[in-house]
């Protein structure tokens, strides 16, 4: 199965004055990220040959 993967790239030097702008966007980020969770019962199944999304039984 195929995944798309990021390609990060530098575009240019940050200046002073945007640093500490990035290190409070970096650290929110954190923050946020230790939140993430996944439950399990609300996902769907997907068969992974197809594709195809299938409905839970009930």
Excluded at 21 to 34: C, D, F, M, P
Excluded at 39 to 58: H, I
């Amino acid at each position: 199965m195929s995944y798309s993967q990021a390609q990060f790239a530098v575009e240019r030097a940050l200046s002073p004055e945007e640093y500490p702008l990035i290190t409070a966007v970096t650290e929110q980020v954190k923050a946020l990220s230790k939140n993430v969770g996944y439950d399990a019962e609300d996902a769907l199944r997907v068969d992974s040959e197809t594709g195809e999304v299938m409905e839970p039984l009930n």
